[in-house]
């Protein structure tokens, strides 16, 4: 299992747990108690996880959750009330869409919270891109008009010859196409667009941003290009200024390319924040005292 399906594993879990719960409680609001007697109505996982569906959230990534119960005769206008149970899941993981799009600006921000490594809120910002994406996922797929996927659900609705519910025949075919859809990877190019479009409109972490500096100057210095080199260092130190690291970096880079000022302001800076640091102690030495200046 890759670390890429490990990260999807948690948002998916979240959406099918949102996911299900919203048709129970929706089903419950306009008058169908079936699904609430039968404990559907709970944010609880363990009362909507299907286990082979769970089991293919580790394996594909992709899974599904145990449908929920509703009976049309509960209603009180069987079509539009049915309509509104089954667009109630989709629309529920979209609102974990935008919570989490609420959140990205907040966990983006990987040097801010000093508690915290940047590492471990690179990840936790990764956890949130895969639970939006995961969930949009969701809600884009179960829209899909095939039985007995929500989408399904509009069709009485456009057409009111058609019945709310499906013929056990239908249903079959309808969980045939869907595998052949799902083998052949058919939807794969919908999906693939829907995830890149999401993908563009999320922020990047900091630490993402401040790797891609990082490994920009290391490319510069590499063809001698030392005012590239310093241009990416500085980006990179903008985003964490405290970083010894790229403060020595910087201040070598400058020091090659004939800025010794700006070399022992960078030394000296990084030598505050690691006075034990044989090598920043070494290059102020080499540098030697700044020129006085005659009055």
């Known amino acids: 299992m890759s670390w890429t399906t490990l ?7 979240l959406g099918i747990t949102v996911h299900e719960f919203a048709h129970a409680w929706a089903a419950s609001l306009l008058g169908d108690r079936f699904a609430q007697r039968s404990g559907r109505v709970s944010l609880n996982p363990l009362q909507h996880l299907s286990p082979l569906g769970t089991l293919c959230m580790f394996l594909l990534p992709f899974g599904w959750g145990r449908p929920v119960p509703v009976n049309l005769y509960s209603y009180r206008r069987p079509r539009r009330d049915y309509l509104l149970v089954s667009l109630a899941g989709p629309a529920s993981n979209l609102l974990v869409v935008a919570l989490c799009a609420a959140l990205m600006p907040f966990t983006r921000r990987s040097f ?16 949130v891109m895969f639970t939006a994406l995961s969930n949009l996922i969701l809600a884009a797929f179960n829209l899909i008009p095939i039985p007995p996927l929500d989408g399904s659900k509009l069709w009485p609705c456009l057409f009111q010859k058609l019945k709310p519910a499906f013929t056990p025949k239908i249903a079959m075919f309808s969980w045939i196409l869907l595998i052949v859809l799902l083998t052949t990877r058919a939807l794969d190019p919908a999906i693939g667009a829907t995830v890149k479009g999401a993908v563009r409109l999320m922020p990047p972490s900091d630490a993402s941003r401040y790797a891609a500096h990082a490994r920009a100057a290391n490319a510069a210095i590499q063809a001698g290009d030392f005012a590239a080199a310093e241009r990416e260092l500085t980006h990179a ?27 022992r302001e960078d030394l000296t800076l990084a030598a505050q924040y690691a006075p034990d640091d044989a090598r920043i102690a070494q290059a102020l030495k080499t540098l030697g005292d700044p020129p006085s200046s005659t009055p």
Do not use: C, I, K
């Not at 590492?119 to 936790?124: G, K, Q």
């Not at 130190?237 to 070399?263: C, H, I, K, Q």
């Open 112 to 127: 801010d919270f000093t508690p915290l490594s940047p590492d471990v809120m690179a990840v936790l910002h990764l956890l």
């Open 7 to 13: 990260l999807f594993v948690p948002g998916l879990l």
């Open 237 to 263: 130190l903008a985003l964490n200024p405290r970083s010894v690291e790229y403060l020595f970096a910087r201040g070598m880079v400058r020091a090659a390319a004939g800025n010794a000022a700006g070399a």
